[in-house]
Protein backbone atom coordinates (compact mmCIF):
# COMPACT_ATOMS: atom_id res chain seq x y z
CA UNK A 1 0.00 0.00 0.00
CA UNK A 2 1.27 2.89 -1.11
CA UNK A 3 2.66 5.61 1.57
CA UNK A 4 0.23 8.49 0.99
CA UNK A 5 -2.75 6.22 0.73
CA UNK A 6 -2.28 4.50 3.90
CA UNK A 7 -2.03 7.91 5.79
CA UNK A 8 -5.61 9.13 4.02
CA UNK A 9 -7.24 5.68 4.99
CA UNK A 10 -5.92 6.24 8.55
CA UNK A 11 -6.98 9.46 8.72
CA UNK A 12 -10.80 8.57 7.90
CA UNK A 13 -10.74 5.00 9.99
CA UNK A 14 -9.42 8.13 12.96
CA UNK A 15 -12.41 10.26 12.28
CA UNK A 16 -15.54 7.74 11.64
CA UNK A 17 -13.74 5.79 14.93
CA UNK A 18 -14.25 8.88 16.93
CA UNK A 19 -17.50 9.54 15.48
CA UNK A 20 -18.76 6.32 15.96
CA UNK A 21 -17.53 5.94 19.77
CA UNK A 22 -19.26 9.34 19.85
CA UNK A 23 -22.59 8.43 19.00
CA UNK A 24 -22.81 5.01 20.18
CA UNK A 25 -20.66 4.56 23.13
CA UNK A 26 -21.95 5.02 26.72
CA UNK A 27 -22.52 8.73 28.87
CA UNK A 28 -20.28 7.74 31.73
CA UNK A 29 -17.12 8.00 30.52
CA UNK A 30 -14.81 10.65 27.72
CA UNK A 31 -13.44 8.31 25.14
CA UNK A 32 -10.82 9.64 22.78
CA UNK A 33 -9.04 8.13 20.09
CA UNK A 34 -5.29 8.96 19.81
CA UNK A 35 -3.92 7.21 16.36
CA UNK A 36 -4.81 4.64 14.12
CA UNK A 37 -1.88 2.35 12.69
CA UNK A 38 -2.26 0.16 9.45
CA UNK A 39 -0.02 -2.35 8.43
CA UNK A 40 2.25 -1.86 5.50
CA UNK A 41 -0.34 -3.85 3.20
CA UNK A 42 -3.50 -2.02 4.50
CA UNK A 43 -4.97 -5.85 5.76
CA UNK A 44 -4.87 -5.18 9.19
CA UNK A 45 -5.29 -2.24 11.90
CA UNK A 46 -5.19 -0.54 14.94
CA UNK A 47 -7.21 1.81 16.39
CA UNK A 48 -5.78 2.98 19.80
CA UNK A 49 -7.94 5.59 22.75
CA UNK A 50 -7.99 6.38 25.90
CA UNK A 51 -10.52 6.84 28.58
CA UNK A 52 -11.31 9.13 30.98
CA UNK A 53 -11.77 8.55 34.05
CA UNK A 54 -8.93 5.90 33.59
CA UNK A 55 -11.10 2.73 35.33
CA UNK A 56 -13.09 2.66 32.46
CA UNK A 57 -10.60 1.72 30.04
CA UNK A 58 -11.64 -2.43 30.71
CA UNK A 59 -15.23 -1.57 30.12
CA UNK A 60 -14.82 0.59 26.84
CA UNK A 61 -12.47 -1.91 25.66
CA UNK A 62 -15.14 -4.76 25.96
CA UNK A 63 -17.59 -2.67 24.74
CA UNK A 64 -15.39 -1.88 21.14
CA UNK A 65 -14.41 -5.23 20.67
CA UNK A 66 -18.06 -6.46 20.74
CA UNK A 67 -18.90 -3.62 18.39
CA UNK A 68 -16.36 -4.52 15.86
CA UNK A 69 -18.28 -5.77 13.18
CA UNK A 70 -20.52 -3.18 13.37
CA UNK A 71 -18.14 -0.61 13.12
CA UNK A 72 -16.51 -2.28 10.25
CA UNK A 73 -20.30 -1.97 8.31
CA UNK A 74 -20.28 2.05 9.80
CA UNK A 75 -16.51 2.58 7.91
CA UNK A 76 -17.89 0.91 4.79
CA UNK A 77 -21.22 2.84 4.82
CA UNK A 78 -19.74 5.84 5.98
CA UNK A 79 -16.61 5.94 3.24
CA UNK A 80 -14.97 5.46 -0.05
CA UNK A 81 -12.59 2.74 1.41
CA UNK A 82 -12.68 -0.31 -0.78
CA UNK A 83 -11.23 -2.53 1.29
CA UNK A 84 -11.89 -2.31 4.93
CA UNK A 85 -8.94 -3.97 7.04
CA UNK A 86 -9.71 -6.29 9.88
CA UNK A 87 -9.68 -3.89 12.60
CA UNK A 88 -8.76 -4.23 16.31
CA UNK A 89 -9.09 -1.42 19.34
CA UNK A 90 -6.23 -1.30 21.75
CA UNK A 91 -5.68 1.02 25.12
CA UNK A 92 -3.08 3.99 24.56
CA UNK A 93 -0.66 3.04 27.58
CA UNK A 94 1.49 5.21 25.63
CA UNK A 95 -0.62 8.75 25.38
CA UNK A 96 -1.95 7.62 29.19
CA UNK A 97 1.96 7.30 30.31
CA UNK A 98 2.67 10.71 28.59
CA UNK A 99 0.29 12.18 30.35
CA UNK A 100 2.02 11.12 33.29
CA UNK A 101 4.96 12.46 32.69
CA UNK A 102 3.16 15.71 31.90
CA UNK A 103 1.73 16.22 35.50
CA UNK A 104 4.88 15.37 37.18
CA UNK A 105 6.79 17.94 35.64
Do not use: C, W
Amino acid sequence: MREIKRERTEEVLHRLAAEYIRDNGGKTSLVTVTRVELSPTGKEGKIYFTTLPEDQEDTVLKFLERKTAEFKMYVRDHSRIGFVPHLDFKIDYGERNRQRLDTLS
